[in-house]
């Protein structure tokens, strides 16, 4: 497999919605509230790309995953019911979804495989990120990847479990 990871196109809104479409009524499927409440739309992936945040995972040149990723960028994480592990720079990922064609075949771990990678490439080594309470697929590749459990935060009026995870610094 020919995977990629790079900066969405603004052209690829209509495709990167599907994708959140039906991760969306995955998610309702499992049983979770996460996503069920208008949250994402399009309008937030277009000010993802607009800021340059809006990220794709490829195989080729067919889209299979998204995910927003922002660096140092998310107020809610400083008002944690518990404690960060680091209070460094760090890199955040949000909307993480998988084309329905390309589930179970690790996608989610490549893409955020990618996103630690971005993280050393411009000398950061703390990723956060969180999920659901309900989200059991997500907290499992958290614990997968060895993130720790940090503790709460809040989005929209609902409660979210946050997890850190500090990179190994490149060895010279």
Known sequence: MDYHFRKAKISEI???WDILQLAIIRRKEDGSDQWQDGYPNPAVVQKDIE????FVLTEGKTIVGYSAVLINDEPQYAKIEGKW?????????H???????YLGKGCALKMIGYIEDFARNN??????????????AMMKI???LGYTFCGEVYFRGGQRKAYEK????AKI
């Open 14 to 16: 209509p495709l990167i």
């Open 51 to 54: 800021k340059g945040e809006g």
């Open 85 to 93: 592990l680091t209070n460094d720079d760090f890199v955040v990922f």
């Open 95 to 101: 909307r993480v979804a998988v084309s329905e064609k």
């Open 123 to 136: 000398n950061i080594y703390s990723i956060k990120a969180d999920t659901n309470f309900d989200n059991s």
């Open 142 to 144: 958290f614990e997968k």
């Open 166 to 169: 500090v990179l190994q610094k």
